[in-house]
């Protein structure tokens, strides 16, 4: 039975979802601030989180920031904090998706399932599958609806990352870092370009990308299909 914790000050939505998530196999915590929340994570060790920006002692972020220093977990943001500039933040401190208040519990449960998959690190000689997407990362073979699909490396190198984190959006700081280097975080330009190139090459429509999707002004998103 996986187990979440819940951080989040206001006891209605404690028990909105721990009712949601308790009814759907999930054993459940809660913390109402972020020094409790750290506290629990360390004795408790969940294996999800699911974490408040607005609690009365320390900042969601501040919460984020503290864990990332010793734990990988999954954290998924619920926040009334909509805008991107705190949907980056978040994202770029090392939260695995952001979810904005008032939301519906069928979403959180597969966000929550996403993250789950995204916890177990993808082995190199496993087969990616998503939708007519297929992806033998030890022999670095793409596939569309069964036909070889030739990527340059730079293709390939965004792709595969996407696959490491399937499910969970990049910010376009984070795609630039890890694909062309630290000094490149400001070059979004060449993401509009290689994307735009990549989904000619993989997206049954690019005009309307199923799997590759872009998060509004945060970043981009491989849709995992199973």
Request: proline share 5%.
């Amino acid at each position: 039975m996986p187990e979440v914790l819940i951080v989040d000050d206001e006891i209605q939505i404690r028990r909105f979802l721990r009712i949601g998530l308790e009814t759907n196999g999930y054993k459940v915590y809660e913390s109402p601030n972020g020094h409790d929340a750290i506290l629990k994570v360390a004795q408790r060790k969940p294996d999800l989180v699911i974490l408040d920006m607005e609690l009365p002692d320390l900042d969601g972020l501040e919460v984020l920031r503290r864990l990332r220093e010793w734990t990988r977990l999954p954290v998924i943001i619920l926040s009334v904090r909509a805008s991107d500039v705190d949907k980056v933040a978040a994202l770029d401190a090392g939260a695995d998706d952001y979810l904005t208040k008032p939301f519906s519990m069928d979403e959180l449960l597969a966000r929550l399932r996403v993250a789950q998959r995204h916890a177990q690190p993808l082995a190199e000689t496993q087969i990616f599958k998503s939708g007519p997407l297929q992806v033998d990362l030890s022999r670095r073979i793409v596939t569309v609806n069964d036909q070889t699909v030739k990527l340059t490396p730079t293709e390939y190198a965004l792709l595969r990352l996407l696959i490491q984190h399937h499910g969970k959006v990049l910010t376009h700081k984070q795609i630039l870092r890890e694909v062309w280097g630290p000094e490149y975080v400001n070059e979004t330009h060449y993401l509009r370009v290689y994307f735009a190139q990549l989904r000619q090459k993989i997206e049954d429509d690019p005009a309307l990308p199923r799997l590759i999707v872009t998060e509004a002004g945060v970043g981009y998103r491989l849709i995992d299909e199973g």
